[in-house]
């Protein structure tokens, strides 16, 4: 199946500093999707990405679909303790439009 | 607006016995989810997509007569885990692709199963 290439699989950063994280896939999608998930709970979306090259914001939170349509970053400005949690990045394909998900990137956030 | 509810949120059940997840989309008619299945630090991993009144479609290496998937109106797919067992124990997650007007795909907040 499809396979997505997440990095950094976990990050320890200091409360006010910003984090980026980004995926790559060696094929080509025309959706890429960001979200996050707290502990025992269902991922939530942040960002939808559709046309390459595009850059959406989501308040502290930017991303970008690259130009290859092969990758995506998300970054989170001035990180606050309610931004811990797992990010995943998502792309849409097959018949179902079905998503994929990354491995994830941990994110924790010290005061 | 394009909620979905899942339930239990959280279920433990004896080594043998079958257990049942609900999927609903409260605010809108889904006529696709998909069912996922999450182990513990790992990612979501596609187990099947459920059709409304039709069978579900299932992920290589997933077995479906273990997986028992309906779809039986436009607002609600089940997933029952039959003959459970421990190594079955994970967080089951389902989602409906959001409605027109909105993106994305909306998701469950999970069940949490534990064979005991």
């Known amino acids: 199946g499809q396979q997505l290439n997440q990095s950094p699989q976990s990050m320890f950063i200091q409360e006010g500093e910003d984090v980026s994280m980004n995926c790559t896939s060696s094929s080509i999608f025309n959706t890429w999707l960001w979200y996050k998930q707290d502990p025992g709970e269902g991922p939530v979306l942040l960002i939808a990405l559709y046309k390459a090259g595009e850059l959406t914001s989501n308040g502290r939170l930017t991303a970008q679909f690259g130009i290859t349509r092969k990758d995506s970053f998300l970054n989170i400005s001035a990180s606050i303790p309610s931004d811990v949690g797992i990010y995943f990045c998502?792309?849409?394909?097959?018949?179902?439009?079905?998503?994929?998900f990354g491995s994830g990137t941990q994110l924790t956030v010290l005061p | 607006g394009a909620v979905v509810s899942q339930h239990p949120s959280r279920v433990i059940c004896k080594s043998g016995t079958s257990v049942k997840i609900e999927c609903r989309s409260l605010d809108f008619q889904a006529t696709t989810m998909f069912w996922y299945r999450q182990f513990p630090k790992q990612s979501l991993m596609l187990m099947a997509t459920s059709n409304e009144g039709s069978k579900a479609t299932y992920e290589q290496g997933v077995e479906k007569d273990k997986f028992l998937i309906n779809h039986a109106s436009l607002t609600l797919s089940t997933l029952t885990v039959t003959s459970a067992h421990p190594e079955d124990s994970s967080f089951y997650i389902c989602s409906a692709r959001a409605p027109p007007g909105a993106y994305g795909y909306t998701f469950g907040s999970g069940t949490r199963l534990t064979v005991v």
């Open positions: 998502a792309v849409s394909s097959g018949s179902a439009r079905q998503l994929t």
